[in-house]
């Protein structure tokens, strides 16, 4: 890729990919945003700092993972929208937190390609 092309957008890229990494992506995707909702997480405790947060989390990572399951039964239309659309209606910081565990994901998701290919 050259370094002054501008990178796709999240859905451009996740439509470039066959199924089995949008799998990848959306399950690793799902995985982290597990980890991100610690972030809302009483230290040391049962409590929770922002339980309207871990809500939007829970929700946010139901829609990906019943996403996943969507393309493991065939159903190859869907678009990262459908999946992470929903951004622009939760609070910022959740949003934030999502968008770090994307990016990750996504991350991840090339370097295994790459991993594959070699």
């Given at each position: 890729?050259?370094?002054?092309?501008p990178?796709?957008?999240?859905?451009?890229?996740y439509?470039s990919?066959d199924?089995?990494?949008?799998?990848?992506f959306?399950?690793?995707a799902?995985h982290?945003?597990?980890?991100?909702?610690?972030?809302f997480?009483?230290p040391?405790?049962?409590?929770?700092?922002?339980?309207?947060?871990?809500?939007?989390?829970?929700?946010?990572?139901?829609?990906?993972l019943?996403?996943?399951a969507?393309l493991?039964?065939?159903?190859?239309?869907?678009?990262?929208?459908a999946?992470f659309?929903?951004?622009e209606?939760v609070?910022?910081?959740?949003?934030?937190?999502?968008?770090?565990?994307?990016?990750?994901?996504?991350?991840?998701?090339e370097?295994?390609?790459l991993?594959?290919?070699?």
């Amino acid at each position: 890729m050259n370094a002054n092309a501008p990178r796709p957008s999240l859905d451009e890229w996740y439509q470039s990919l066959d199924t089995a990494p949008r799998v990848m992506f959306l399950v690793t995707a799902g995985h982290e945003l597990t980890i991100a909702a610690r972030e809302f997480y009483e230290p040391q405790t049962d409590r929770l700092t922002d339980a309207v947060a871990v809500r939007e989390l829970n929700e946010i990572q139901h829609r990906v993972l019943a996403h996943a399951a969507s393309l493991l039964a065939g159903d190859t239309d869907l678009t990262a929208e459908a999946a992470f659309g929903c951004l622009e209606s939760v609070d910022a910081r959740v949003a934030g937190v999502v968008k770090t565990a994307v990016r990750f994901a996504a991350r991840r998701t090339e370097q295994m390609a790459l991993e594959r290919q070699s």
